[in-house]
């Protein structure tokens, strides 16, 4: 069973699908390394990132949050 792929009205073959990726072969090769390095690193990140704890709030968080400094000119503003 040939593997045929659906293209409009037509299909492609073998041959076609060969050829096809020897030309992506020729325009990108030099890059696909890069771009495969890049995409392990990044795989291998994100699940660092998934086995990793969060981690803990800085500072007390028994004490109430602290207001920021726009809505402390803001209020002096006001005043």
Same mark, same amino acid.
């Given at each position: 069973?040939?593997?045929? =792929?659906?293209?409009?009205? &037509?299909?492609?073959g073998?041959?076609?699908?060969?050829?096809?990726?020897? =030309?992506?072969?020729?325009l990108?090769?030099?890059?696909?390394? &890069?771009?495969?390095?890049?995409?392990?690193? &990044?795989? $291998? $990140?994100?699940?660092?990132?998934?086995?990793?704890?969060?981690?803990?709030?800085? &500072?007390?968080?028994?004490?109430?949050?602290?207001?920021?400094?726009?809505?402390?000119?803001?209020?002096?503003?006001?005043?």
């Amino acid at each position: 069973m040939p593997l045929e =792929v659906p293209i409009l009205a &037509g299909t492609i073959g073998h041959w076609q699908l060969l050829l096809i990726l020897f =030309v992506v072969l020729l325009l990108f090769g030099r890059r696909l390394p &890069g771009l495969a390095r890049s995409l392990g690193q &990044g795989i $291998s $990140s994100f699940k660092k990132g998934l086995n990793e704890p969060l981690d803990p709030p800085e &500072g007390d968080s028994s004490a109430p949050p602290q207001p920021k400094k726009k809505a402390l000119a803001e209020a002096a503003e006001e005043e």
